[in-house]
Nanobody
Framework: QVQLVESGGGLVQPGGSLRLSCAGSGSNFSIYVMGWYRQAPGKQRELVAGITSGGVTTYAGSVKTRFTISRDNAKNTVYLQMNSLKPEDTAVYYC?????????WGQGTQVTVSS
């Protein structure tokens, strides 16, 4: 059974940091594009960051200078380091893994930025 399991979400004050992790199992995720989407209440799901198997990254403009995506192919894990968090970063963050023929999603982890 293929699974993506996120961890690391929570409540943080504005200006703080969080690190999200997403561990894959049941497949060789080293060949997949992996990354993160987020969905805030009342808004559409949006791409936050993605990373190819070779380490090429892409970011949403709103997070480009604050977030860093990385991966450990040996552990089938992708990370999202989030710094200088803002209230508008509050959302459920979803991990994804995509190949040419299929895609998988995690269950989501809540990130709340509030004082």
């Amino acid at each position: 059974q293929v699974q993506l399991v996120e961890s690391g979400g929570g409540l943080v004050q504005p200006g703080g940091s969080l690190r999200l992790s997403c561990a894959g199992s049941g497949s060789n995720f080293s060949i997949y594009v992996m990354g993160w989407y987020r969905q805030a209440p009342g808004k559409q799901r949006e791409l936050v960051a993605g990373i190819t198997s070779g380490g090429v990254t892409t970011y949403a403009g709103s997070v480009k200078t604050r977030f860093t995506i990385s991966r450990d192919n040996a552990k089938n894990t992708v990370y999202l380091q989030m710094n200088s968090l803002k209230p508008e970063d509050t959302a459920v963050y979803y991990c994804y893994a995509r190949s040419t023929f299929t895609s998988y999603w995690g269950q989501g982890t809540q990130v709340t930025v509030s004082s």
